[in-house]
């Protein structure tokens, strides 16, 4: 048995600590939102775009509903915790700056999907106010950026694949800003945030780290480390699982729950 005392006692523990929030990123299943659009269906018939196309699916019944506050209480708890870690002060470093990157992109996927949600930065107990109430969408913007231009400082270039980077910091700045100044949150259409949204993906391509793939077919068979990947989720298998290759299958010739994200033929038709 492990207790929570151990865990910051070893620099070990402590990586699985925040190995363990990198499973907690959304899986591959937020992918059948694609059969929700006009880019593909589902042979499946309780698969749950299938009801969303028959109108089953409304403000209480939301099967692919998002609210990942354990995680971020994971998050929370860490950054509560690491700074009287007896671990060496540059792993400390590192690691913080990928749970706060981790704990941006919870907040980020949030705030895209409902707008201001609570922001909360303690790690909870029951002796709290849990009825936290919202924060405005400025506020949330705020405090993500915030969050990873501290994560930029503290994250390295150079990572291991799979692993948070100073880059997959900065390109979730350029995202968070491409979405504040869309129209979903930039109602006045205010030009300043779409020009710090640009500066922001331009300070990305500046790093000349990062390029096109140059050969699109192709990049689909690549399995090692290639240009054009910023921040990636690995699986390893057999001890993480995943059933795409079963998920993509042809409707005509998956059996059972495969055959769940099948692209039309416009869909096809827009390729080359």
């Known amino acids: 048995t492990i207790t929570s005392e151990d865990v910051w006692r070893d620099v070990n523990l402590v990586e699985m600590y925040v190995n363990a929030m990198y499973t907690e990123r959304p899986g591959f299943n937020y992918n059948l939102y694609d059969n929700i659009s006009d880019e593909s269906r589902s042979n499946f018939p309780g698969s749950a775009p299938n009801q969303v196309l028959i109108g089953q699916w409304d403000e209480e ?29 540059n792993e400390k470093i590192r690691l913080r700056g990928e749970a706060r990157f981790l704990r ?4 980020f996927d949030l705030v895209k999907r409902y707008g201001g949600i609570p922001v909360i930065e303690i790690p909870q107990t029951l002796e709290d106010d849990l009825l936290v109430p919202r924060n405005s969408v400025d506020d949330c913007i705020s405090y993500i950026l915030k969050e990873l231009d501290l994560a930029i400082e503290e994250l390295p270039l150079n990572v291991p694949r799979g692993r948070a980077s100073k880059g997959a910091a900065m390109a979730l700045k350029g995202r968070t800003l491409l979405y504040y100044a869309s129209d979903l949150f930039n109602e006045t259409r205010d030009i300043t945030r779409w020009q710090r949204a640009a500066e922001a993906s331009k300070a990305v391509m500046d790093l000349q780290k990062y390029d096109l793939y140059p050969d699109f077919r192709t990049l689909w068979l690549d399995n090692g480390a290639h240009v054009e990947s910023i921040f990636e989720v690995q699986y390893h298998l057999p001890e993480k699982y995943h059933g795409l290759d079963a998920l993509v299958k042809p409707v005509r010739l998956a059996n059972g729950d495969a055959g769940q994200r099948s692209p039309l033929q416009e869909l096809v038709d827009a390729f080359p």
């Not at 019944?61 to 002060?89: C, H, Q, S, T």
């Not at 941006?104 to 907040?107: E, L, M």
Request: hydrophobic fraction near 45%; proline fraction near 6%; avoid cysteine.
């Open 61 to 89: 019944y939301n099967p692919m509903g998002y609210w990942p506050y354990v995680a971020i209480r994971r998050a929370n708890e860490f950054m509560a915790k690491i700074d009287d870690a007896l671990i060496d002060e």
């Open 104 to 107: 941006a992109f919870q907040y």
